[in-house]
């Protein structure tokens, strides 16, 4: 007899993937890892490089934010596996990412909300094709404009 997460579990992966949730995965991580470019290059930084420059409070916060997406990755049936990986990504950014000026450098260049990305992306299409680089399809470069409500 299957116990209620299960069939919840099964009755998730019947309907597909919430493209909603996805998209908003997507957003996150394009803000918290690629949503500036730094003038004259085509290097991207986003709000967890920026914030984390706060001591203490920034690598914190961002390292909050960065588990949202691993949850939201649970939410999506995520194989536990994949889930652990998205769950070093994150712990390495956290502990890598607080130590003073070095650790703020590694934020910049490791980009774990994106990898975390691809890993949850693969998992929901796993036929998709990607490129490799610094503008990677995983992540849009612009995040589609919000509508007003009427």
Known sequence: MATARQ???RSAAAAGPDRRSIERLRQLAFLLDDRFRIPGTSYRIGLDGLIGLVP???DAA???LSLYIVLGARRLGVPVTKLGRMGLNVGLDA??????L???LFDV????NRRNLALLLDHVDPDRETRH?????LVD??????RRKV
């Open 141 to 146: 470069p612009e995040p589609a404009p919000r």
């Open 62 to 64: 961002t390292t909050l």
């Open 109 to 112: 260049a490791w980009k774990a």
């Open 133 to 137: 680089g610094p503008h990677d399809e």
């Open 102 to 104: 070095v650790g703020d």
């Open 56 to 58: 203490g409070f920034g």
């Open 7 to 9: 069939r919840r579990n």
């Open 95 to 100: 502990v890598l990412g607080a130590v003073p």
